[in-house]
C-alpha cells in the first residue's frame, strides 16, 4: 500500500518539490510530509514505510502526531544557526543522518517538507532539486 496525496498545507508547491526529489537518480525517497508548526500532512509514503506501521495510515498518523510535538525545533534550530553564524546566508534545510534512513528537513519561512531516504542518497541533489522547486 502506497499513500499519495496532493498538497494542501503549505504554500509553495509541494508536489513539484517531491517529483523533484523522486527525479533524482538512485534517491530512494520513502516518505514525504508537509508541515507548519500547528499541522501536517503526508504527500507520499511508499511501501517500505507504510510497512513500519503494519500498512495501518491511523497508527502512522498517530506516530506522525507524536513526531510533529517536536517540529518547533526546527524554526528555532534555525533562528539559532543564523544567530551564530551571522555571515553565513540564510538557513534553509537541515539533514539528519540515521543508520536505516536520512531524513531531509527543507525550510520556507514557518512552513516545512520533511523527506525520508535511503541513506546513500545524494542529499547534496535532493535538497537541490527541491529548491529549485521552490523558486
Given at each position: 500500500m502506497v499513500?499519495?496525496?496532493?498538497?494542501?498545507?503549505?504554500g509553495f508547491d509541494?508536489?513539484?518539490?517531491?517529483?523533484?526529489?523522486?527525479s533524482v537518480d538512485g534517491a530512494s525517497v520513502r516518505l514525504c510530509v508537509?508541515?507548519?508548526?500547528?499541522?501536517?500532512?503526508?504527500l507520499y509514503a511508499d511501501e517500505t514505510t507504510m510497512a513500519l506501521y503494519a500498512g495501518d495510515e491511523d497508527e502512522m498518523r498517530d506516530h506522525f502526531e507524536e513526531v510533529h510535538g517536536y517540529v518547533h525545533m526546527d524554526f528555532t534550530e534555525r533562528d539559532l544557526f543564523a544567530d551564530l553564524f551571522r555571515g553565513a546566508g540564510e538557513v534553509r534545510s537541515f539533514v539528519t543522518y540515521m543508520d536505516h534512513?536520512?531524513?531531509?528537513?527543507v525550510l520556507v519561512g514557518q512552513q516545512g517538507l520533511l523527506l525520508t531516504a535511503d541513506p546513500d542518497t545524494d542529499?547534496?541533489?535532493?535538497?537541490?532539486?527541491v529548491e529549485a522547486e521552490l523558486d
Open positions: 499513500v499519495s496525496e496532493d498538497s494542501m498545507l503549505v509541494a508536489d513539484a518539490a517531491l517529483a523533484a526529489a523522486r508537509e508541515y507548519t508548526p500547528d499541522e501536517f500532512h503526508t534512513v536520512t531524513l531531509v528537513r542529499v547534496t541533489e535532493l535538497v537541490g532539486a
